[in-house]
């Protein structure tokens, strides 16, 4: 079964301190991995798509990697407003292209 | 910027009501989805939809049931609410398999 784990499940960072968080998958057929991030009480919000091993994508302070196993958002000198939730979701053609997503990184930037 | 709507944003119902959830999009998108989230855990996918007249379940098992008459609608019923089924529910559209999918801002549903 396709599977999408994340980690760590919560992040403190201070603010300027950079980390990455990690979005390991198990899928046949990858059409596309995905980010996104969710503030409380709102619809998750579209941030990136990698699509093969060794793309990367950046916005702003966020920057997307992915390789064959996993894929690793990095949070470069983060502010108290990139606090949220971060979730990662994959589609496969051999999951009969359901989008399923981890369980996300909560992260809190501390001014 | 998304185009895609649900209503109600927030409804409380009594056990054993029949209720429709709506989300429409505008972006003319072919797939879409419905997730149940409840606070603080992850999204669980219930149903999906190829496009018009197409409709999948998805990898959490639920009570509801959902139709695709219209390329823009894609609402989400439950026959007779119970208080398990709180929670709140996302929509969320994409144009093609492997391309980004743009969610509404939920409906929160209680059950009392």
């Known amino acids: 079964e396709d599977q999408v784990t994340q980690s760590p499940e919560a992040l403190r960072l201070q603010e300027g301190e950079s980390s990455s968080l990690n979005c390991s998958y198990t899928v046949s057929g990858l059409r596309g991995l995905f980010w996104y991030r969710q503030d409380p009480g709102k619809g998750p919000e579209f941030l990136f798509t990698?699509?093969?091993a060794g793309e990367e994508k950046e916005k702003e302070r966020l920057k997307a990697t992915l390789t064959k196993k996993e894929s690793f958002l990095h949070i470069t000198a983060p502010k108290p407003e990139d606090s949220a939730t971060y979730l990662c979701?994959?589609?496969?053609?051999?999951?009969?292209?359901?989008?399923?997503f981890g369980g996300g990184t909560r992260v809190l930037v501390k001014p | 910027e998304a185009d895609i709507y649900q209503t109600p944003r927030y409804l409380v119902i009594g056990t054993g009501k029949k209720i429709t959830l709506e989300c429409s999009q505008t972006?003319?998108?072919?797939?879409m989805y419905w997730y149940q989230q409840d606070p603080g855990m992850e999204l669980h996918l219930i149903h999906y939809?190829?496009?018009?007249?197409?409709?999948e379940k998805g990898d959490l098992s639920s009570e509801s049931t959902v139709s695709r008459i219209r390329t823009e609608h894609f609402p989400l019923t439950l026959e007779s609410a119970r208080p398990s089924h709180t929670s709140q529910y996302l929509c969320?559209?994409?144009?093609?398999?492997?391309?980004?999918?743009?969610f509404g801002q939920g409906t929160r549903l209680t059950v009392v």
């Open positions: 990698l699509y093969s």
């Open positions: 969320a559209s994409s144009e093609y398999w492997g391309t980004e999918a743009f």
């Open positions: 972006m003319g998108h072919d797939k």
């Open positions: 939809s190829y496009g018009v007249n197409s409709t």
């Open positions: 979701a994959v589609q496969a053609e051999a999951a009969g292209n359901k989008l399923t």
